[in-house]
Structures are given as structure tokens and as C-alpha cells.
């Protein structure tokens, strides 16, 4: 039996990890709200964070400045993609998924020319561990978790307090009252995108320290995104943040209990079997 | 538009191309290629096959599927056991490959076809990355990237006798036949009240529910039917190849029939082929050239969903239409509105 200890370490790690896994699926689901838009490309955005910043960071030294440039990068990339590739197909939506798809291919090869096969480390840009309630924990993976709480917040404030918020939520709402009013609809896709992409990116960057730098990372997190996004309904972002904290509560405490893998498919697996009774996820559509 | 009116019926331009095409594959051993595009000839064909099922789903149903690696992979190791594990022969194998496929299409497609929307198409690309992870880490069954070695007994042919798939050409005709087969199955499928359901449901499917159909049935049989074909095409490839790996169930491979049916053009079943002879063609050579030929596959894709969404048959019929046009406008009778 795991010590109370063990217990707690798992929960701190599933907490950390599901902020994370919040953090891209967001913008997963933010995309898929506005633009309808399935996009499967995204695990790969997360992988080009984590890689530009691996470079960033061969090339400044510094982790903060890698946190703030691969993410913009990348955010650009992913604005220059929706305005590129996307714009010109987006009332074909199936279209799109498989536009998605071939960036993901084309993505992910760009990231083995130019990063190559296998798994690099990034050192943690906070060394040391704090010591509570009888466990010592990383202080790294404690501030990962602020930071994505601290992101999901600002989030909020950004799609409830700002001109550019206000907006996504009103061509979500109504795309064609909010298009009368005059609000730049092409204009809020671009943004939309590209805010998802930098998050994924800036994901990346964060999780680097904690799981290394490799071209096919984007493949692990896509499945994971996408099932607690199927889990906490599709365009919900209430529905995504619980969906996914639970998976990665449940998947960290059953690793106390059975190994890496089987502890993955069984989480996969019961989220599966939630999906088998309730199709349509935790929560309805609502950008909330 | 051109046409020539024979006693067996009429030959237009599209089925004059379509009849070369067939004679091609057909005369393709005759007209002395070798032994390695005899090989391949009979590889692209199974591919052709694995495209052509993913356009029954896809194209006809309007499910798009990312999760057709599993069926061609579950097809491709069903028949191996077969073959391998309990000295079956290969029409068995591909009869167990069949049944295998169909037996967890319709487990994952209940799962599937039950999600709205777009879910279907997220729930078959979580399918596809979870057989993957799988596929790697019960390495001792799948035997891992290094794979098994997979001998195909001889096989008796009523009338014929018995051939060996060493042979290159009995290969090739073998694989053309189950191939040929299994695409007039679809064909069958597609043009039956079935087939005309999967199409209404592509078109409107909350009219189908509407008018009484049972919408979810529907899609799971076009789920079911298009998930064996894959799995035959799985284990026709394992026959020609003799090998088999996990990375059948890579999320590369469960691209492949997507790129084949885009850049053929869907709703066409024989589109899928045409697209597979085509890309798997250029990129045996373009892999001798460079190591990026994934990546000029993705971008391919990507261009072709942008520009033409409707493949190399909608150029096809487009450039006709054209063609068309100017015919009609350098004659100055008064036309005949008609429907195309």
C-alpha cells in the first residue's frame, strides 16, 4: 500500500499536470468554439514551443526569455496558418480537419529536421525543492502550476474585461448578429488561433524541464487534449479545466498502484467508457 | 462532350479513361516491368484498396475517419496469427482478417458514431493514438518495431492449382483479384438503398432522422463495412510484404488513406486508387531522394485541401466543363438546357 506520503506527492503531480493539460486543451476548445474548427495540429503547436524554446534557450541561456519568444512565435505561426491555410476553406469544415491534419504531418516533420530524433533535457529554470507536510516537492513543477492557474485567470479576464474578449464571445454567441454589428469576424479567427497556438507553445515550454524536448511529444499530448476536451464537451471551457484535472488525478494516483502504461489506458479507458454513456461531455457549449 | 455508342453501352470520356486504367492493371505483368513494379504494382494495390475503404466512410458517409490505421493494422496482424500461430491458409487469413476488423469496428464504432459532431472524428484519431501506444508497448505480441516475419503458404486456386505468392506475378494477380473483388463489393454498397442512406445522411443528416432512418445504424455499418475492406487491405499487404511491424498503427499510416482519397477525389471509391497508385508511385522514388518525403506528402495534402478540395478528379471534370463551354459557346445554335 502507497504511504500517505506517495498519496499526496500523486495528487500534487496530477494537479500540476492537469493545470497543464488545461492550459493546451483550452485552447483547443477556444478554437473549436469560435472557428468550429477540429484542430488537429494543435499537439504538434505544443511541440514547436517546446522546441523553439529548447533553441531559444541554447542561444540566450535563459529560460524566461524562451518562455516569452517560442510562445509568440508560435502564436504568429498559428495566426499566419488560420489566415493561410484555413481562411480560405472554413465553411467546409471536414476540409479543414484534414488541412489540420496534414500540418500536423507537416509540423511534425519540421520538427525532427530540425531538432532530430530522440529527447534532449532542459534543466529547470528554478532549482530546489519546498518541504510540506512531511513530502519535499519540486519547486519548479509548484510554480508550473501558479503560472497555469495564473494564465487560465488572465484567460478569463482577457475574454470578460477586453474589447478583443468581448468579441470572441460574441461571434461564438451569434456569428451573424455579431458580423452586423461589425465586428471583424476574420479578424477574431486569426486572433483566436493564434492565442490557442501560443498557448500550446507556451505549454510546451513550461512542460520541457519536466518531460524533455522531443519531435513527437505533440502525439502524447494530442490524445490526452483530446479526450479531456470529448470528456468535458466539446467548446466547453468549464468542462475542460474539471475534465482535466480528473484525468490527471486519476491517471497520477493509479500509478501509485500499477505501472506507467496501464495506468494511462485504464484513465483512457474510463474516460472512454464516460463518453459511452454520456456522449456529449461534463457541460453543454458555453464560453464561461 | 465526347462519347461513342457501342452495342454493350455507351463509352464516355470518363469511362474510356477509366477502361485504360483497367487494362493497364490488368496487362501490367504482360508488358515485362520486373519483378520489383510487379512488387509494387501489387503493394499500391492494397494500398489502393485501404484508400478506397476509407472513401466508403468518408466520402459517401461523410465520417471522417483517423482511426483507419487500427483496422488495417488489426486486419493485417488477424491474418499473420492466422497464418503464423495456426497454419491457416491465406484465403482463411484474409477471412479471419475480415472478421477481426469487423468485429472491433463495431465495438469502436459504437463508441464513435454515438459523439455529435466533430467528436466522431476526435474519438477516431484518440482510437488511432491509443492502438498506437499500444502497439509499441505489447511489444511481445505485436513483435515491436522489429516486427514478424510472415510466410504465406502456396495457395490452391479452383481450376488452377497451386501457386506460391514468391511468384511475382501470380502475386500481383492475386492481390488484383481480391483488390477487384472487394472494390465491386463497395460499388455494390454504394449504389444500394444502403449506399443511397450513407449519402443522404453526408447531405442532411437531420433530414434522414426526420424522414425515420435510424441515422446511427446507418453510420455504424458504413463504420463496419469500411473498417473490413481496411482490414483486408491490411492483410494483403502483410501477404505481399512478408513483414509486418507496429508501426502499422502509426497515426502516419492512418493519414495514408486520407491523402490517397483527397488527391484522387472522394465519393469515387476508385478515385482512393488511382490517388494511391499515384503517391505511394512518386514517393518510392522521392524517398531515394530525400528524407523529407513525409513532409512533402503533408504539404501535398495540405495545398490539395486548400486549392482542390475535390482531388484530381474534380480538376478532371472541371477542365471538362471547360472544354464544354467553349464547345457551347463557339456554337451558335440555341442550346438545350440539360442536367449534367
Redesign the interface.
Known amino acids: 500500500m502507497p504511504t500517505g506520503e506517495q498519496i499526496l506527492i500523486a495528487v500534487l503531480n496530477g494537479v500540476t499536470w492537469g493545470l497543464i493539460i488545461a492550459l493546451i486543451a483550452l485552447g483547443l476548445n477556444l478554437i473549436?468554439g469560435l472557428l468550429?474548427v477540429?484542430n488537429?495540429a494543435h499537439g504538434s503547436l505544443y511541440m514547436l514551443g517546446a522546441v523553439g524554446g529548447w533553441f531559444v534557450i541554447g542561444a540566450t541561456g535563459s529560460f524566461l526569455v524562451a518562455a516569452v519568444v517560442a510562445p509568440l512565435a508560435v502564436g504568429f505561426l498559428g495566426m499566419v496558418i488560420e489566415r493561410v491555410?484555413l481562411r480560405?476553406?472554413e465553411e467546409?469544415?471536414?476540409?479543414t480537419?484534414?488541412?489540420t491534419?496534414?500540418?500536423?504531418?507537416?509540423l511534425d516533420?519540421?520538427g525532427l529536421?530540425v531538432f532530430g530524433p530522440g529527447t534532449r533535457s532542459v534543466s529547470a529554470p528554478i532549482q530546489g525543492s519546498v518541504t510540506l507536510a512531511g513530502i519535499t516537492y519540486p519547486l519548479y513543477r509548484l510554480s508550473v502550476a501558479v503560472v497555469s492557474l495564473g494564465l487560465m485567470g488572465a484567460l478569463y479576464l482577457f475574454l470578460h474585461r477586453t474589447r478583443y474578449g468581448m468579441w470572441m464571445r460574441g461571434v461564438r454567441q451569434d456569428l451573424e448578429m455579431a458580423s452586423a454589428l461589425g465586428i471583424p469576424r476574420s479578424q477574431v479567427y486569426v486572433v483566436t488561433f493564434g492565442l490557442g497556438a501560443g498557448l500550446a507553445a507556451l505549454a510546451g515550454v513550461l512542460l520541457s524541464p519536466i518531460v524533455g524536448v522531443n519531435h513527437l511529444m505533440g502525439?502524447d499530448i494530442?490524445?490526452v487534449a483530446?479526450?479531456v476536451?470529448?470528456v468535458g464537451g466539446?467548446g466547453s471551457l468549464k468542462g475542460v479545466l474539471v475534465a482535466s484535472l480528473v484525468y490527471a488525478l486519476v491517471e497520477n494516483i493509479g500509478t501509485l498502484y500499477i505501472t506507467t502504461?496501464d495506468a494511462?489506458?485504464l484513465t483512457?479507458s474510463l474516460m472512454?467508457a464516460f463518453?459511452?454513456v454520456r456522449?456529449?461531455g461534463l457541460f453543454e457549449e458555453g464560453l464561461g | 462532350m465526347w462519347s461513342l455508342h457501342t452495342p454493350v453501352g455507351t463509352v464516355t470520356l470518363n469511362r474510356a479513361v477509366l477502361l485504360v486504367l483497367f487494362v493497364i492493371a490488368l496487362l501490367w505483368p504482360v508488358i515485362g516491368v520486373g519483378d520489383f513494379l510487379l512488387f509494387l504494382g501489387a503493394l499500391f494495390l492494397a494500398f489502393g484498396l485501404y484508400g478506397a475503404s476509407f472513401d466508403l466512410l468518408y466520402g459517401y458517409t461523410g465520417l471522417l475517419s483517423f482511426g483507419h490505421s487500427v483496422f488495417f493494422g488489426v486486419g493485417a496482424y488477424a491474418a499473420t496469427f492466422a497464418l503464423m500461430d495456426y497454419g491457416q491458409g491465406a484465403f482463411v487469413g484474409l477471412l479471419v482478417a475480415f472478421l477481426a476488423t469487423i468485429l472491433i469496428a463495431v465495438g469502436l464504432g459504437l463508441i464513435a458514431v454515438r459523439v455529435k459532431s466533430h467528436g466522431f472524428v476526435i474519438v477516431t484519431i484518440l482510437i488511432a493514438l491509443i492502438a498506437q501506444r499500444l502497439a509499441e508497448t505489447y511489444s511481445g505480441i505485436t513483435g515491436g518495431t522489429d516486427g514478424i516475419i510472415v510466410s504465406v503458404p502456396d495457395i490452391w486456386i479452383p481450376l488452377l492449382g497451386e501457386y506460391s505468392v514468391f511468384d511475382p506475378t501470380f502475386r500481383y494477380y492475386f492481390t488484383l483479384g481480391v483488390v477487384l473483388v472487394s472494390l465491386f463489393l463497395m460499388y455494390r454498397l454504394v449504389i444500394s438503398p444502403v449506399g443511397l442512406v450513407f449519402r443522404m445522411i453526408r447531405e442532411n443528416e437531420q433530414r434522414a432522422r426526420m424522414l425515420g432512418y435510424n441515422v446511427t445504424a446507418y453510420k455504424l455499418i458504413a463504420f463496419v463495412a469500411s473498417g473490413a475492406f481496411a482490414g483486408i487491405a491490411g492483410a494483403l499487404a502483410t501477404y505481399i510484404n512478408g513483414f509486418i511491424n507496429a508501426s502499422r498503427f502509426s497515426l502516419i499510416v492512418a493519414g495514408d488513406p486520407v491523402i490517397y482519397t483527397m488527391l484522387g477525389g472522394r465519393s469515387t471509391i476508385v478515385g482512393a486508387v488511382i490517388g494511391a497508385v499515384l503517391i505511394e508511385g512518386a514517393g518510392n522514388y522521392v524517398s531515394q531522394v530525400t528524407d523529407a518525403y513525409q513532409l512533402i506528402v503533408g504539404l501535398l495534402l495540405l495545398v490539395m485541401v486548400v486549392v482542390e478540395p475535390e482531388g484530381l478528379i474534380g480538376l478532371w471534370n472541371r477542365l471538362q466543363r471547360r472544354v464544354k463551354r467553349r464547345v457551347r459557346d463557339s456554337t451558335p445554335t440555341p442550346e438545350v438546357t440539360t442536367d449534367d
Not at chain 1, 92 to 95: F, L, N
Not at chain 1, 101 to 106: D, E, G, N, Q
Open positions: 473549436f468550429k477540429v488537429l491555410a480560405p476553406i467546409d469544415i471536414p476540409t480537419l484534414i488541412a491534419f496534414a500540418l500536423l504531418i507537416v516533420q519540421i529536421l502525439l494530442l490524445a483530446f479526450i476536451v470529448i466539446l502504461v494511462r489506458v483512457l472512454i463518453v459511452i456522449p456529449d
